[in-house]
């Protein structure tokens, strides 16, 4: 059993990133050459320089729906709700899976109305894992996507403050990858490793010879989830719908003479769960539900070099990177927290909108 205090660190608090870097590319990035054993200290703009003609980006191209909705109830109580999946739509309208607050006022059968009143939500039921059912009906005839999209707001992680509404603007923009997909409004949490890239340095990236491959995970709260139990072993790791089109399918499977660098962990976490199912492409585009947890001592089968954002302690994501700096060993996880005190030391942005890094 592998001790979940073996992924805790000391974070000083003025080292989580509150706001982006001034340019997306500008945050720093730390190299880490695995086989050598070495760490290079650059700039996210640099990253042309360590990859070659022939590696393929597998990347998620999700996009963030401003799902948080603040609404009130007939009384003029305050509700906030969260957007987390739709389950349902007919004609009486949609159901969604939601969060809301405050949880234990809002019972079967209570109504409020969100997203400056152009919803109306009734609360169907509670279910086991501290989410409810909430029918919309929205009172123009748009959809819950349409009105989320008009008066919502970005769910940024608890770890990034706003005092105000004066940010955002800038977090609709820069919660947000340049290459999301906005008919794939599917997340509640950005695939944070993607946020650096520019429109500028895809195309420097695209002149060298490096493809592209797109697939969309489902991002979602268990992202931010840490590890509660003793073991990392028993940590009920949560499940996030994945698509992967037929064409990024053949690009996993295909001959070539590059490398397969994953930007983010949301992409390993699709690639691998899909390769563990199928040994070669599965003929369609591929839905279905990731439920693979990654940690020492995994070996991995589609990703060659990860792009990656500095994770929370006790986090499932600290297991994944640790995984693959010492894939089938769990070396990683010693290694993982001497290169995070370099990190701290040096005074790297943690978190979403902080730096990066890119294993090799």
Same mark, same amino acid.
């Given at each position: 059993? &592998? ?40 700039? !996210? ?198 698509? &992967? ?47 693979? !947890? ?5 070996? !991995? ?37 001497? &290169? ?9 942005? !943690? ?10």
């Amino acid at each position: 059993m &592998i001790p979940t205090s073996l992924f805790d660190y000391h974070l000083p608090a003025e080292l989580i990133a509150q706001r982006p870097a001034a340019r997306r590319d500008g945050s720093r990035l730390l190299v880490v050459d695995r086989s050598r054993r070495t760490l290079e200290h650059r700039m !996210f703009s640099d990253l042309p320089e360590f990859l070659k003609p022939g590696d393929i980006l597998f990347r998620n191209t999700a996009s963030v729906l401003p799902a948080r909705l603040i609404g009130r109830r007939p009384t003029g109580g305050r509700v906030e709700c969260l957007l987390l999946r739709r389950e349902e739509a007919d004609g009486a309208g949609e159901v969604w899976r939601c969060l809301l607050r405050p949880g234990r006022r809002l019972q079967a059968g209570a109504v409020f109305h969100a997203a400056a009143d152009a919803l109306a939500g009734t609360v169907e039921s509670a279910l086991g894992d501290g989410c409810v059912l909430v029918r919309f009906v929205a009172r123009d005839g748009k959809s819950v996507v349409e009105a989320a999209n008009r008066a919502g707001e970005v769910p940024l992680p608890p770890y990034i403050g706003r005092s105000d509404a004066s940010h955002r603007q800038e977090d609709r923009e820069r919660y947000q990858t340049v290459y999301a997909d906005p008919g794939r409004q599917v997340a509640v949490a950005a695939p944070t490793a993607g946020l650096h890239f520019t429109p500028e340095l895809l195309g420097r990236i695209r002149e060298m010879g490096v493809g592209t491959a797109d697939l969309t995970l489902h991002v979602g709260l268990g992202t931010f989830r840490p590890i509660a139990t003793e073991a990392v072993e028993s940590h009920p790791i949560h499940s996030e719908f994945y698509e &992967i089109p037929l064409e990024t399918q053949r690009a996993l499977f295909a001959p070539f003479s590059g490398r397969r660098v994953a930007v983010g962990t949301t992409t390993v976490r699709s690639v691998e769960d899909f390769l563990s199912r199928h040994e070669g492409p599965a003929g369609s585009d591929f839905l279905s539900e990731a439920s693979t !947890f990654i940690y020492p001592p995994r070996v !991995f089968r589609g990703v060659d070099a990860l792009i990656t954002n500095f994770h929370q302690p006790r986090s499932t994501l600290l297991c994944l990177v640790a995984a693959f700096l010492a894939p089938g060993s769990t070396e990683g996880i010693p290694w993982l927290m001497d &290169i995070y005190a370099e990190a701290v030391s040096l005074r790297y942005r !943690f978190f979403s909108y902080g730096d990066s890094m890119l294993l090799l």
